[in-house]
C-alpha cells in the first residue's frame, strides 16, 4: 500500500503542523508533491509555514483550529471541503502531554489532554476515513509515543492515551484491509520539540531524562513516520535505540519495570 498520488483536488491534513514533528511532515508530503493543509491554534505560525512552502513552489492551506474544542473538530470537515480539496490523507499529530502525579493532578488540565491526544484522533478519523474508504484510495498516519509501550508513572494520563492511539491505529488498519486506504501509527521516542517544557518539566530535566542516542531529529522522525505510511506498515519507531527499548519494555516483568519508570521520572523524584 503506497501514498495516494497527488492531485490538483486532493491535500493532506496535518494536525499540529505549527510547529516539530508536524511541521516537518507537512514538510515532507510537500517535498513528495503533496498540497497540505495545515492545522493547529496558532495562525501566525501555520501562516509562516505556509509561506515557506508556497515560497518553493508548494501548495498549503491554513485552518486555525483548536482540537481540543469539539464544535471546531466538527466544523473542520466542512471548513476543509470549502477549500475545494479532498483529504487523501490524514495525520493526527497533535497532542502534548500534563505532568505529575495522579493524586496531584488537576482534572481539568487531564481532561483536556485527553481530549487533543485521544477523542481528537478518534473523532477526525471518523469524520475523514468514510470518503477515503468510498474514493477506494488514502492513508491515516497517527502519532503515538513509545510510551505506548509500557506504562508511564508520572505521565499516567499521556502515557494511557498513547496506548489508546497504538491500539485504535492498528484496529483501524485491519478494519480498512482491501478498502485501498491504510492506518500507520507513528511512535517516536524523545524528540526536541519543546514537548518537554509545554508538559511542565523543570529545564533540563526532559532533556536528561534518557539518553542521548535515543534521541531523534524531528525531520528524521517525520521521514520514518512518512516512508512507513507509504509502505503501509502498522506502525514504526524512529531510531535502533528506540526499537530496542520498546521492545525491551513489552517483555520486561512489570513490577521491575514499573519500579525503575517511578524511580527515574523526574515528576517523581
Known amino acids: 500500500m503506497s501514498l495516494p498520488a497527488p492531485g490538483p483536488d486532493r491535500a493532506c491534513l496535518v494536525t499540529g503542523a505549527s510547529s516539530g514533528i508536524g511541521a516537518e511532515i507537512a514538510r515532507g508530503l510537500v517535498r513528495r508533491g ?14 509562516a509555514l505556509a509561506e515557506e512552502i508556497r515560497a518553493g513552489g508548494g501548495t498549503a492551506y491554513v485552518v486555525p483550529a483548536d482540537l481540543g474544542d469539539r464544535t471546531a473538530r466538527a466544523q473542520l470537515l466542512d471548513r476543509v471541503t470549502a477549500l475545494g480539496v479532498e483529504v487523501d490523507v490524514l495525520v493526527n499529530n497533535a497532542g ?7 493524586a496531584e493532578a488537576d482534572p481539568e488540565d487531564e481532561m483536556a489532554m485527553v481530549e487533543v491526544d485521544v477523542v481528537a484522533v478518534l473523532d477526525l478519523c471518523t469524520r475523514f476515513v468514510p470518503a477515503m474508504v468510498a474514493r477506494g484510495r488514502g492513508g491515516v498516519l ?5 510510551a505506548a509501550f509500557q506504562p508511564l508513572p508520572g505521565q499516567a494520563g499521556y502515557g494511557a492515551g498513547k496506548s489508546f492511539v497504538l491500539s485504535y491505529s492498528q484496529s483501524l488498519a485491519g478494519e480498512l484491509k482491501g478498502t485501498g486506504v491504510s492506518a500507520t501509527c507513528l511512535c517516536p521516542g524523545p524528540v526536541d520539540t519543546g514537548f518537554g517544557e509545554r508538559a ?3 529545564k ?3 532533556d536528561n531524562a534518557l539518553p542521548r542516542i535515543m534521541w531523534v531529529s524531528p525531520a528524521d522522525v517525520a ?3 512518512i516512508d512507513a505510511l507509504d509502505r503501509g506498515r502498522l506502525y514504526a519507531i524512529p531510531g535502533l535505540a528506540n526499537r530496542v527499548g520498546a521492545r525491551m519494555s513489552q ?5 521491575v519495570l514499573l519500579g525503575l519508570l ?7 523524584r
Open 204 to 206: 533540563g530535566d526532559f
Open 251 to 255: 517483555v520486561a516483568p512489570r513490577r
Open 262 to 268: 517511578t524511580r527515574v521520572h523526574p515528576a517523581l
Open 34 to 47: 503533496h498540497a497540505v493543509v495545515l492545522v493547529a491554534r496558532s495562525a501566525n505560525r501555520l501562516e
Open 223 to 225: 521521514a520514518c513516520g
Open 142 to 146: 497517527n502519532v503515538a509515543s513509545t
Open 96 to 102: 502534548y502531554s500534563t505532568l505529575g502525579r495522579v
Open 200 to 202: 511542565g518539566f523543570e
